[in-house]
């Protein structure tokens, strides 16, 4: 069965997660892409990765959409999909999803997610966070939404900027479900031998 997944991508600084994610997404047959990138992410992409314009990220998706398109499919909660993901998602994206404001098709698919109790996954990029950050994660939170911020982990001895950015990318597959193999699950060590030291 295909599941449909909704990926926007904000403003925010560190636009390589998204299309991480969509490359990732991209090899996967049993999944379906559905792209919404908006104007200020679009502005990030050639300060922060030269050479990635917006038709080569929109090559990644299925479907593309514009941010302004307000009737696009995924605009309707009939449309069914397995869930949504914004990464990176800006501190405004995280404040109109927390407020339920709309504005742009990135947002009304976000409030759309909510509304029929389908996942709904940001990825803020943002540090520090001050408390009205706070409490927008928090309002997202109690609505269903899941807050899962790119923060590294180092238990799977990441050699490359990518090893990092992939484990974040396969927690996000993790919370949708998609079996990955993008970092190293952590196991527990084996006992080289006995303790050494101590008396008896």
């Not at 709904?120 to 408390?131: G, S």
Request: aromatic fraction near 4%.
């Amino acid at each position: 069965m295909t599941k449909r997944i909704v990926v926007g991508i904000s403003g925010s600084s560190a636009p390589i997660y998204g299309i991480r994610l969509l490359e990732s997404l991209v090899k996967m047959p049993s999944v379906e892409t559905h792209l919404v990138l908006s104007e200020a992410a679009e502005l990030t992409l050639r300060l922060e990765m030269p050479g990635w314009t917006r038709p080569r990220v929109e090559k990644l998706a299925d479907h593309v959409y514009s941010p302004s398109d307000l009737a696009a499919s995924i605009s309707s909660g009939s449309f069914l999909t397995h869930g949504m993901v914004v990464i990176p998602c800006s501190m405004k994206t995280l404040a109109n999803i927390a407020h339920s404001t709309g504005g742009d098709l990135l947002c009304r698919a976000a409030d759309v997610t909510l509304k029929e109790r389908r996942l709904l996954i940001l990825a803020p990029r943002e540090t520090p966070f001050h408390l009205g950050h706070l409490r927008n994660m928090t309002a997202v939170a109690e609505m269903g939404g899941v807050i899962l911020p790119p923060i590294p982990a180092f238990y799977h001895q990441p050699k490359t900027v990518d090893d990092l950015i992939h484990h974040t990318i396969g927690k996000i597959l993790d919370m949708l479900r998609i079996e990955h193999r993008l970092f190293r699950r952590w196991s527990t060590p084996s006992q080289a031998g006995p303790a050494r030291g101590g008396g008896g």
